[in-house]
């Protein structure tokens, strides 16, 4: 592969529904994720979770107002990254 | 009472009363086989089995979605996060590693897993993190259920209407329910915030939860009155407390489609006062639900939405076409737009986040917008361009502390004016502007900042915390934040008196409006508008438009000569249980929790 092809992307975002990563929003992240070719990680303070695996998201523990850094590796980080970040601003579909 | 019957006490989470048959289901937990596997056929064979159950339970929940009532199609995403778990690293591929490796039983290694799960999440200190626990139980107890062999269609047997009673109730569960056999949920766990209590008030399904014992001592069968606002379950009861509890269904159905059917009219005091009752939103989309409620206006437009997790400021543009929108969705009545009441932490793309020991009075709202002022020029161009088309735009500025902060924020706005007025936009040039009242300071000095805006609008959460000096966020002395406390009530007096004084209208905007209990008191100290969450709205307007303000007004020279909030209280709770006993009898058990 060539190296231009395997970016990597960092972006920070806040968690702004009022019941924070819980199950349902959760499985969107994983969801949606699981459709792009990139590993993406999402880490809060020192801890690091595979944004495929849903249980390593909920053992983040992100509430309400949480930073969560979203980085990405592959072919289609920065695609990845965007679409998490509009998921994030869409407050996962909540309030 | 007649012989064997007696209260359980619960937790009310979902407004209305039931009377109907118990139906109880006793889930007791899956009994565990604990053995080793001794060839290498009886590996592989458990290995199948547990496959064939992740399998199957995967279809159940793939069934369950594809049936979900209409009305719980947000438990949709709910199902679709148990799928996954059923397939996750930790619990399908660490239960298979362990029968291989350790040779263990599937259910066995199954619970071993479970344990696993739950320490993961033990080892962190956020207690909101039980929920999620819940969640991932629910999926291995299915999966116990099916291994195990025993029956999961535990609902099946409710034939006719009745109360369910269980210990707990899982969403999967209750999407798989004959939800409309069941007239009301009694669980012996759970809270105002669990799943269930969300589907119940959905579903608009009285409910009661955390009653402990329910499901052990109440029997199938057993008459039941449930109460879903005091949280009493009344177990086989007297004919005359039957009576009773029918004759007071009834009106409360009664009592509330009234209400809301009313709630369109503007609110006027029998004596013939007009209060407004505005709402307060942050979306353009509960623009809706406010007309819907009655709300002649937005009281309380919170704008930090539009600035979080963005790259980038949002536009002048951005923000001018949200603003416009909504000030022609709510014309001709007012919407009053709360510049950004946030601090650097929040804004952490565009901002360096500086360390604060004590945020709440820290860098944050109109502090920080000074210090960065190109921030509010945007947002107050965009506002200001709003109300050009319709005029009913109003322009409001948080965490006011002073007079010679105001004054710079009124000469930002000078300069913003001209600027468009040079670049010839179009803009409302006499739209008037207010202040919230929520610090200490700005009440001692409402006399001098009441000359300088055109309205008040006191933030009561924010008041209570600083006068008292109770963040309410913390369990040791959230019991202390009182909005009946004697120096509120005085702050609260002082505010309305100086604003009045020049003329100017003054509103409250804080939860303190949204609580129709406390309309007697805020009628009383002569407040012009309440602003509230648009759900509150018909219960308040409701209840001004049977009070009388002189009424009010005597009652609020009588609490304020008093010295407690618990003798405030008492008086406040007579005064409701006289004038509106209606609202006192069917509310006063969730009010006082």
């Known amino acids: 592969m060539e190296d231009g092809n395997n970016h990597k992307v960092e972006k920070e975002f806040l968690v702004m529904n009022k019941q924070g990563i819980h199950a349902r929003v959760a499985a969107q992240i994983v969801d949606l994720v699981r459709r792009f070719n990139a590993d993406v990680w999402l880490v809060k303070g020192e801890r690091r979770a595979s944004a495929k695996d849903i249980l390593d998201v909920l053992t983040l523990a992100c509430g309400y107002g949480s930073k969560v850094l979203v980085a990405a590796e592959g072919p289609e980080a920065q695609e990845a990254v965007e679409a998490l970040g509009t998921l994030f601003r869409k407050r996962f579909g909540e309030v | 009472m007649r012989d064997g019957s007696y209260k359980v006490k619960g ?112 080892g962190n200190e956020n207690t909101s993190i039980a929920d999620r626990v819940y969640d991932i139980g629910a999926v291995i107890d299915r999966l116990m259920r099916k291994l195990s062999g025993s029956q999961d269609d535990i609902f099946s047997p409710i034939k006719e209407r009745s109360i369910l009673v269980t210990y707990d109730l899982s969403p999967s569960d209750a999407a798989q329910l004959p939800l409309e056999k069941v007239m009301a949920f009694v669980l ?68 509330l489609r009234d209400i809301a059917r009313k709630a369109s009219l503007p609110a006027v005091t029998r004596d013939g006062v007009r209060v407004v009752v505005e709402a307060n939103i942050e979306l353009l989309e509960e623009i809706v639900a406010a007309r819907d409620n009655g709300a002649e206006g937005i009281g309380l437009f919170r704008t930090e939405f539009g600035f979080m997790n963005r790259e980038e400021m949002p536009t002048e543009e951005e923000l001018f076409q949200e603003y416009r929108q909504l000030a022609e969705l709510m014309a001709p009545g007012e919407v009053i737009i709360r510049t950004l009441d946030v601090g650097s ?85 006499e739209m008037p502007i207010g202040i919230m009242i929520e610090v200490p300071s700005a009440v001692a000095i409402a006399d001098l900042l009441a000359k300088e805006v055109d309205f008040f609008s006191v933030g009561t959460n924010d008041l209570i915390q600083y ?54 008191v805020l009628l009383g100290l002569g407040f012009d508008k309440l602003s509230m969450n648009p759900q509150s709205i018909p219960r308040v307007k409701n209840l001004i438009s049977r009070s009388f303000k002189k009424h009010c007004e005597s009652f609020v020279r009588e609490i304020l000569r008093k010295d407690t909030p618990e003798d405030i209280r008492h008086l406040l709770m007579k005064t409701i249980e006289e004038q509106f006993p209606e609202e006192y009898h069917f509310f006063h058990s969730g009010f006082l929790v």
Request: net charge neutral; hydrophobic share 40%; glycine share 6%.
């Open chain 2, 467 to 520: 006068a008292i000096a109770i963040d309410r966020q913390n369990e040791h002395v959230a019991h202390l934040f009182e909005a009946l406390h004697p120096g509120i009530l005085r702050m609260l007096h002082i505010t309305v008196r100086e604003a009045h004084k020049v003329g100017i209208p003054v509103s409250v905007c804080g939860e303190m409006a949204g609580e129709p209990f406390y309309v007697p």
């Open chain 2, 11 to 122: 937790v009310g989470v979902s407004q209305g009363i039931a009377i109907g048959k118990a139906f109880v289901v006793r889930r007791g937990p899956v009994s565990i086989p604990y053995y080793t596997l001794w060839s290498d056929e009886a590996i592989e064979e458990e290995c199948r089995k547990f496959e064939e159950a992740v399998k199957l339970v995967d279809e159940d929940l793939a069934g369950i979605k594809k049936n979900l009532r209409n009305d719980l199609k947000e438990y949709d995403s709910l199902l679709d996060a148990y799928r996954l778990m059923l397939r996750d690293r930790i619990i399908y591929d660490g239960t298979l590693e362990l029968i291989r490796e350790k040779q263990l039983n599937a259910l066995w290694a199954l619970s071993l897993t479970f344990e696993k799960a739950r320490k993961i999440f033990d």
């Open chain 2, 345 to 429: 932490d929040k804004l952490s793309a565009w901002f360096p986040h500086v360390y604060e020991p004590n945020p709440a009075l820290g860098l944050r709202s109109i502090r920080f917008c000074l210090k960065y002022p190109e921030i509010i020029k945007t947002q107050m161009r965009a506002i200001l361009r709003a109300g050009a088309v319709a005029k009913n735009v109003r322009m409001m500025f948080p965490l006011v502390s002073g007079v010679g902060e105001l004054r710079t924020v009124k000469a930002i706005l000078r300069e913003v004016k001209d600027e468009l007025r040079r670049a010839r936009v179009q803009f409302d040039d």
């Open chain 2, 188 to 255: 012996d766990i759970g809270g105002k915030t669990s799943h269930t209590a969300i589907i119940a008030r959905s579903l608009n399904i009285p409910a009661v939860m955390a009653t402990g014992q329910g499901s052990k001592k109440i029997q199938t069968g057993d008459l039941l009155i449930v109460d879903g606002t005091s949280g009493e379950v009344l177990v086989n009861p007297s004919e005359d407390e039957i009576q009773h509890y029918v004759e007071l269904q009834l009106k409360l159905d009664t009592y």
